[in-house]
């Protein structure tokens, strides 16, 4: 088993990397799906760690309140991938609020432990984030705004499972004929 504190400084690669890509405020959201499993090295849904989870959680949290970005933990596919988040922030973001509350065996060791250590936590169904980490593939693609762009990281693992990283941009519409970054030149319409 990998020891906490490699796990605890992996993380903090990934996030500082991760915000030198994007710079995170707290007009931004964070989607973060992990399967504690995969980090122990097992396949996923077969051995949630609260453990793995608290370690983790204190490194989100903490990044959390440096940057102030907000944070939605991502549930297994048992609740359909809901997420747990906030209430002020699903509520900033009119998010529609669900009924269930996430345990181990049911949402993921994760999200479980992030809805027993948030203030006000709900579940949404569905959010627009505006980045991503998914720890063990847990499939995040679904919570990003579009459009994904792959962000790589010096650290590829954390514990055994593969860590993908990603951003999100506007998309780029118009064809032969558009502009994407404003100058003088095209300053004036004719």
Do not use: W
């Not at 944070?71 to 669900?98: K, P, T």
């Not at 027993?116 to 499939?139: K, L, W, Y």
């Amino acid at each position: 088993m990998i020891s906490n504190e490699k796990l605890i400084k992996d993380l903090h690669t990934i996030l500082a990397e991760l915000n030198k890509s994007f710079s995170f405020t707290d007009k931004h959201l964070l989607v973060i799906g992990t399967s504690t499993s995969e980090i122990a090295g097992e396949n996923i849904g077969t051995s949630g760690s609260v453990e793995i989870a608290e370690t983790l959680y204190t490194v989100f949290r903490a990044f959390s309140d440096h940057t102030n970005v907000k944070l939605a933990f991502q549930c297994c596919e048992h609740l359909n991938r809901a997420l747990v988040m906030e209430r002020s922030a699903a509520l900033e973001r009119q998010y529609e609020e669900v009924s269930v509350i996430p345990i181990r065996n049911a949402g993921g060791s994760m999200a479980a432990y992030a809805y027993q250590q948030m203030s006000n936590p709900v579940v949404v169904e569905h959010i627009r984030a505006d980045a991503g980490i998914d720890i063990g593939d847990t499939f995040i693609g679904m919570h990003l705004k579009h459009v994904a762009v792959p962000i790589r990281s010096s650290v590829r693992e954390l514990g055994r499972a593969h860590v993908t990283l990603a951003v999100t941009r506007p998309k780029l519409i118009g064809g032969a004929r558009a502009i994407y970054v404003k100058s003088e030149e095209h300053e004036q319409c004719t």
